[in-house]
């Protein structure tokens, strides 16, 4: 019989319930609607993105990247383009290569566009091959090409390169492979034609970068597919190569990565389903159990999404157009997203378990989600911000993509705690507590979780810390260190402008036979002249270091002349052109007035302005490619554009050969610079092998100072803080000597493994020592708490690695080398940090918490963790 005393304290609980719960609604409903209306705000701001182009944001700041950006503001580009055609052959010095050179010849004039024009000069034709000195000596001699045969062909060529001036014999067998035999009887299996574009009309300036090489690649592509038609010798082969057709269309890379990220999303739905299942009891239905593993499923993913659109819409305000704190989006930025499903589905993962644990222990859906947001939250707490910081500590880093990496990175990782931590539990109330009155929750079947294979599996690899902890260390961290270090030394530093061209296409396979065979990598090396540069000194000085170039190795020349542009050579060319009778007469004045000699010096006292003003008249087009005025009018800047050829290994040689041919120009007290795209790289190679430690010990330094001073003030145990560090540090290492064992070098992508082991390693740990202080006090031994802990919290940090790798695992199929490498060392990082969460960790565990027993038995012994009651 209930007494009325009874009913109403019945009366008055169900009151305080129907209250709690109607609270609970508003509260959750607001969460879930702030974080739909943030993801659409934020989804329209990540419309307004920019992609950076080349090496935009890859590069330091330094003079040789801000030489190039500031010829790319301040001089018009030259309208002229080369063409490189490769023909295979048998024997290409012979009947048959004159054949298809001619060939080609033809069939490229036949197609070009009507606003393309050849570019010819007096020094050189506007179509050179390995064969022109044989075309114009048959010529002369009015003999058909057509009619000569081999060894007509073949007797020619060698008379005409013992003829000719040494730097034409040169230039003419840069155009055979260098294994080629040129004795007496030459023979070659493949030669070059080069083809000159002009291409002023066809490309016009009023275009966008963008526009411009989307009109280039047009343009080369047309040509290639007439080449490509051209009927050949029979055995003879020909493929067009150009820097637009290697680099073809700029949106495939993000085309392939949302293709590979969308393969990704599909393993982790079948994954994640795995880590999720609902395991039924005897005599229970499936279809719940199905029904709730895929709501959990795609809960996770859709907030794993929701945290990438934040990440992209904080990026934008953070970026160009806005603060201006971040540069574009690049190459870089783009594998923050790689990181956030990482992360997002490590938080989704315990997050999950631990309120499934909660409910299968007979509590309510609110006291469950309550309890699993303070005792994991305050792990992915920890996770967030220690990470967050090891990311941020990247804005030391000299390469600006970098910074902007780790400053995306700390955004987006903030963004999924949020996230989990509002949207997940608010959507999960909002679901269960419909189902909760009904009695459809899974109660029992969430009970079963730990007899799943995962959770068994980790609670048998605790028992090897918890027996052997001091072998198990020895192992590990002597082994493991040792050949992290050897992985450290075998690691190569490389960057390469094909890193971010697909490895199958003909333009790449064209490259590679050009780049190991020939001696020629057709290129241009700029140098900036900044200063008072209209002075008689430094136009002497000009001239002297043209002369000089001409006998720079890797400098290309036509006749003993260094092809460089220049405002002297801008000179040579109007006074000393086809047209020799009547050169532009004020050039001819103003060339008088200031002394100019046959040997285009000038005057000590002539007046240089005067006769730049008037190249500015006579030849606008041309002379603004080499000059540039500031606001007062006086010349300030001079650009020379060189052709050189030195490749990725030779510029190194290159530019301390040109540091000594440059010094008659430094010596006026000008401001000289060099630079180039290879050089440019060859700087990003210096500055990720100069920041790599640095950015490495200061990140996990950032780290260890946080989690010392949070365990000290939280469980007056700053050491905890060192041990949960400490296997971080291995896996940075333990990835290192995969990278050096299998070949991956360091890079601008994998330079992100710094980032990616701290924010797979740090969070694995944290997780493991904050369930580890809880489950001491519940086990009255240290090894009964290593198997609770191992069960509950490594079965989850196995299913997240697991889910992480397979799904990283399809970016090793990717056709651009540093996203299959980024896939692999994502596989590599996330791999080691369950090893080192689980075994190492574990381990260090084990001693320190014996070690406190013996120094402190009365430790307190309970069945559950103290926790505050949840209160509203």
């Known amino acids: 019989m209930t007494t009325p005393g009874h009913l109403g304290r019945t009366e008055d609980k169900t009151g305080l319930s129907g209250r709690r719960s109607r609270r609970g609604v508003a509260v959750s409903t607001t969460m879930l609607l702030i974080a739909l209306v943030l993801t659409a705000l934020f989804a329209a701001l990540s419309g307004e993105a920019q992609s950076a182009t080349g090496n935009e944001g890859l590069a330091p700041d330094n003079p040789e990247v801000l030489a190039s950006e500031t010829i790319a503001k301040r001089f018009d580009e030259s309208g002229e383009a080369v063409l490189q055609v490769l023909v295979d052959g048998d024997d290409v010095i012979g009947a048959d290569g004159l054949t298809a050179a001619e060939s080609i010849m033809d069939s490229i004039e036949a197609a070009l566009p009507a606003e393309v024009e050849l570019s010819a000069t007096a020094e050189r034709p506007a179509i050179v091959h390995w064969l022109s000195a044989v075309q114009v000596a048959l010529a002369e001699q009015e003999i058909d090409p057509h009619q000569a045969d081999d060894a007509t062909v073949s007797q020619i060529f060698s008379e005409a390169l013992e003829s000719m001036p040494a730097e034409q014999a040169d230039f003419t067998t840069s155009l055979l492979p260098s294994d080629a035999s040129l004795g007496s009887s030459p023979q070659a299996d493949s030669g070059l034609l080069l083809v000159f574009l002009q291409l002023d009309q066809a490309v016009p300036e009023n275009l966008t970068d963008a526009e411009q090489e989307e009109a280039k690649l047009a343009i080369d592509t047309q040509v290639a597919e007439a080449v490509d038609g051209t009927e050949l010798p029979e055995g003879y082969t020909a493929e067009t190569f150009s820097v637009a057709l290697l680099v073809g269309d700029p949106s495939q890379v993000e085309t392939e990565l949302v293709q590979l990220f969308g393969a990704a999303f599909l393993v982790i739905f079948v994954l994640l389903g795995f880590v999720y299942w609902v395991k039924p009891g005897m005599g229970s239905r499936i279809v719940p159990g199905i029904r709730r593993t895929i709501a959990d499923v795609l ?57 499934r644990e909660e409910l299968a222990a007979g509590r309510s ?116 260190g ?23 296409t003909p333009a790449m396979a064209v490259y590679n036979q050009l780049t190991d065979r020939f001696d020629r990598v057709d290129e241009t090396t700029d140098v900036l002249i900044t200063g008072d540069v209209a002075t008689p000194e430094v136009h002497n000085a000009l001239v002297s270091t043209l002369d000089e170039l001409s006998e720079v190795p890797d400098v290309q020349t036509f006749g003993g002349t260094a092809q460089a542009d220049s405002p002297v050579g801008l000179l040579t060319t109007l006074l000393t052109s086809a047209d020799q009778d009547s050169p532009p007469e004020a050039l001819v004045e103003a060339a008088e007035a200031a002394g100019l000699g046959e040997d285009l010096t000038v005057d000590p006292g002539a007046n240089v302005a005067e006769l730049y003003d008037t190249l500015l008249i006579v030849a606008p087009d041309e002379a603004e490619r080499v000059l540039a005025r500031n606001d007062a009018g006086s010349f300030e800047m001079i650009r020379m554009s060189i052709q050189t050829s030195a490749g990725e290994s030779g510029v190194g040689e290159l530019r301390e050969n040109l540091d000594e041919a440059l010094a008659p120009l430094v010596s006026t007290g000008v401001e000289v610079v060099a630079t180039s795209e290879r050089i440019i790289d060859d700087e990003i190679v210096t500055a990720l092998t100069e920041s790599q430690i640095i950015t490495l010990l200061m990140a996990v330094g950032a780290v260890l100072v946080l989690l010392v001073v949070t365990y000290g003030f939280r469980n007056r145990r700053p050491m905890l803080g060192v041990i949960t560090v400490l296997p971080v540090g291995l896996v940075v290492l333990w990835t290192f000597a995969a990278m050096g064992a299998t070949g991956i070098p360091l890079g601008p992508v994998t330079a992100t493994i710094t980032g990616l082991a701290i924010g797979a390693g740090v969070p694995y740990t944290i997780h493991v020592t904050n369930r580890f202080q809880e489950d001491r006090l519940r086990h009255a031994s240290t090894a009964d708490a290593i198997r609770s802990t191992m069960r509950h919290t490594g079965g989850a940090l196995a299913g997240a690695a697991i889910t992480n790798c397979a799904a990283f695992g399809i970016l090793t199929t990717s056709t651009f080398t540093p996203f299959h490498q980024l896939g692999l060392v994502t596989i590599y990082a996330v791999g080691f940090a369950l090893l080192a969460a689980t075994v190492v960790l574990p381990s260090l565990l084990t001693l320190w918490d014996k070690w406190h027993r013996r120094n402190n038995p009365a430790v307190v012994t309970t069945s559950e963790v103290p926790v505050r009651r949840y209160t509203r």
């Not at 931590?421 to 109660?443: H, K, N, Q, S, W």
């Open 299 to 355: 809960l996770t993913l859709v907030t794993v999404v929701m945290a990438i659109i934040w990440m992209n819409g904080i990026g934008v305000l953070l970026g160009p157009g806005y603060l201006d704190w971040i540069g574009p989006m690049n190459d870089v930025s783009m594998i923050v997203p790689v990181l956030l499903i990482a992360l997002g589905i490590d938080y989704a993962i315990h997050l999950t378990s631990r309120y």
């Open 365 to 480: 859906v609110g006291d469950a989600l309550v309890r699993a947001v303070r005792t994991v939250g305050v792990a992915l707490v920890l996770a967030t911000v220690t990470t967050a910081v090891g990311f941020l500590t990247g804005v030391f880093n000299p390469v600006p993509a970098l910074v902007d990496f780790g400053v995306l990175a700390a955004v987006g990782i903030v963004s999924s705690f949020l996230l989990m931590m509002t949207f997940v539990p608010a959507t999960r109330y909002l679901i269960d507590r419909r189902a909760e009155p009904r009695g459809t929750l899974p109660r029992q079947a969430f009970g079963r979780g730990r007899e799943r294979l995962l959770p068994g599996i980790m609670a048998r690899v605790a028992g090897l810390a918890a027996r052997a902890p001091v072998l198990t260390l020895l192992v590990t961290l002597g082994l493991g």
């Open 482 to 504: 040792s050949i992290g270090v050897w992985g450290q030394n075998q690691l190569e530093v490389r960057f390469s402008v094909t890193d971010f061209v697909q490895d199958d």
